[in-house]
């Protein structure tokens, strides 16, 4: 790799981060896994004057049983989510699309944390956490902030957090045993990023889905709710025939990218098909 | 001296680790980048932006005047002194060769073109300066689609116009063949533009010292560099030294004299300092040569029970825009393939080559070979389908039998040496389940599964082992196929092996070890194989065409017959019997009826002793041997491939895959089957994932890997591979391997794919067949069938 130049630090505290980034102004950058940054840092599409590498606050790794929620810090690695028996307990969702990040190495290395704060429509996590309900924790020069999924990815590439906020964890909210779920991946090679992808999760009733909430990967310029999909969901019958019905109104009011793998016919036509195919998994049909 | 009746284990034939990947895989090893000579500098280049443009000014100043940047230069600034890239195979008297200086003076014509270059004290610093170079052009019209390049009106690439040349070839009446015939079927299929993608990015070290010059260079070719350097750049050849350290494979690409290598030693000599420049993934997918890139056209004419006619191809080849080492060559040596494994009456075939404003194109794994072989396996799926026979019966009916070798082919000019077509595709529809399968297939379609299955034949051979000298001549290339081996005894009784056969990753150091071992009755361990330097290895025609065992095996066995029948005059008189009475096997001499025995081991101390030779008899044992081969190697064999079609998203999956190659003799079985596995791999990754992407201004889109996806193990199936063996026609029986599997898979997938959509009246699919393809296919077949009842469909158009 060869990069332009830039100054790095690697700070041994959240406060001494944040100071740092406070103190790097707006063209410093905050590196952890590195499994999105050092990409752009190569083919020179990134030019930070500063990097502030997180890598070293063990603070921010782990995952904690708060009560009615988990908290996952930023550092914790796709691999570590992927194994943490709280996470496959209370949010199966999140390991299991964490499972279909990249390849085993990027997975060793790349954070939940930093595949969130770079806000790729094209990952798999944005929309993941969009689905779970999950809120942002930042910490900044004023303290912490915390922020939901869903106001925290504003447009392609582009998160809510503000300039010298570190993006420090992730609150997850606890589902029941009466959720399932599933993370559709449609995409062309194992290390490929997604071209369409589903995160669907449903609470089953007496045979129906009581509930479902499905957010999209790659669809627009962030990660998107399905949510005429999710109202047509609401109550009907735990069925392949029903929910895949349920799921024609998937791409609606979606604007999905054009690109080597798709135009966005066929994504919208593949969003609507792996809906149908998430939707029924998750209910259990 | 001892006697004894004990022989060693043969050595051939068994499973051997390979001795050299322990420092390979630990990177216990030096590659090219890895080179740091006192003093050296780095180089970067400035590319172009354009596909096609005239440079009107190259201002170097602001980057030479930043700190840490040694010099900077433009094409203008090497004059004459560059001269031009060779192209090795003029393939007719009239072939168009442009000028293609290694830097650009006046004229760009492929995005990432070089236009000038920036030396400096690191590779950081180098990298920066690229950016502070100013180049003004002034765009010109591009060239991209080489079906309408030679229309009047078009815009030139080169001056003397866009075709370079025309090579025509035929045996046998093909208007007759063709007239009347029952049964006649033309199909167009595309070849995609691919990109080799070797895992170590070209690296390149010059250093000189006097007039003498050392070039490292991550090349398949070390030897036919160090020629073509003196050939072509006017230095004395005696004052080249090439090195091709480990090299971490090439797949042919490789096989070039790349502008950066020319470029390397101007600016080391200019400098009078080492320069090094090593590529990045990015700079390599455009400025590696490129592969396949072709328009066919294909008719074959048969008679109603399916016996085969003729057959007719007519190539468009896309050049790109200069001619490299072997670019017009690759399409021809295709041109014998078409025929495959197939009897008829007569054969025409007809290639132009056409220049474009894209990277050029050269060998790249097969080389002509796998798109022969898709087409001709491709149409034989379409003509089963018209005849309602199965696709093996099609195959069957018209295929040589096992005794009819050796068989001189309808092309007149190839005669095969040996096969076995009914034992390798017999054993490979038992492996693969042939029979149920299409049970499975029949009871899905019935009930409209909406993922189908297919199934792929793909009964191919190819011609390898490149090359009988003649033959070339007669083709007009600019060198022969010989290989060259020497062996040298030490005094220890140890043996060096030397091999002009340049590996790259191929695993000569362990086969060569191994049929040394056989040869000379020595332990594996005792032998030590070197390659890869001109002053180690002086004489050579290097690793490409699946040459190194069937040709460079050949030199070794030659070369260990001459260190025997040196040795047994020296071990005669130590028998003090006469030598017509010793004979030599398990590393042993042995005096007529059995009695006293020597080592060669003890020879060779003897031999280097020197005290009680013979009269005459010089004290060494080493020897060489240069062979020139009688024949190319025909590998063949059956593969079998099931998919499951997802009809909903168009997404392929393959289900299994069975591979039953015939390559003759076995020397090394694991490295056969990495080679089988990476083979297949590789012809998938074309049926599937690959192709290299130019947009409407000429810009290659697919300049990373996330664009041009190349398929890893998590997305290929398990194959099932097996092995029939029919001997070929030299002394170790064998035959090349390392592109067959390249060859045979990719239509074996693709045939698969359409036999399972074949039902809807889809009977093409434009590669890489990726979901998108496949979908609109369907969509197209299905709207087709719906507004007029039709069930034709060429679909899948990109």
Redesign the interface.
Known sequence: M????FDYVKPGSLDEAVRALADGGEDAKVIAGGQSMLPLL???LAYPSLLVDIGGIDELRGVTDAGDSLLIGARTTHYQVVHDPLIAEHCGLLAQAAGTVA?PAVRHRGTLGGSLAHADPAGDLPAVVLALEATMIARGADGDREIPAAEFFVDYLTSSLAPGEILTGVRVPKLGSDWGYRYEK?H??????A?VGVAALARRSNGHVAEARIALTNMGAVPVRASAVEAVAAGAAASRDALHAAAAGAADGTEPPAD????PD?RR??AR??TGRALAAAAGA | MTATTEAPAAETGAPRLRKEDARLVTGQTTWTDNLVLPGMLHMAFVRSPFAHARITSVDLSAAKAMPGVIAAFSGADFGDEQGSLPCAWPVTPDIVIPHHPPMATEEVRYVGEAVAVVIARDRYTAADAVGSVDVSYDPLEPVLDIRTALDEGSPKVHEAGNKSYEWPFGNGDIDAAFAGAPVVIERNYRQQRLIPCAMEPRAVVASWVGDEVTLWSATQIPHVLRFALSAFFGIPEQNIRVIAPDVGGGFGSKLQVCAEEVLALLIARKLGRPVKWTESRSEGNMTVHHGRDQWQRISIAADSDGRLRGLKVDLLADMGAYLMLVTPGVPLLGAFMYPGIYKMDAYSFRCTGVFSTKMPTDAYRGAGRPEATFAIERIMDELAAELGMDPLEIRERNWIKHEEFPYTTVTGALTYDSGNYEAATARAKELFGYDALRAEQAERNARGDSVRLGLGVSTFTEMCGLAPSRVLGSLAYGAGGWEHASIRMLPTGKVEVVTGSSAHGQGHETAWSQIVADELGVPFDDIRVLHGDTQVSPKGMDTYGSRSLAVGGMALVGACDKVVAKAKVIASAMLEAPPESVEFSGGKFRAGGGGQEVAIQDVALATFAAHNLPDGVEPSLDSDCTYDPDNFSFPHGTHLCAVEVDTETGMVKIRSYVAVDDIGKVVNPLIVEGQVHGGIAQGIAQALYEEAVYDDAGNLLTTTLADYLVPSAADLPSYVTDRTESPAANRLGVKGVGEAGTIASTPAVVNAIIDALRPLGIRDITMPCTPERVWRAIETARAGAATSGTSNSDGGAA
């Open positions: 060869i990069p332009a130049q190569r083919l020179r390849d449609f062309r090679t194992a290390q490929a990023w071209i080597l793998h798709g135009a066929y036509h593949l098909v792996l």
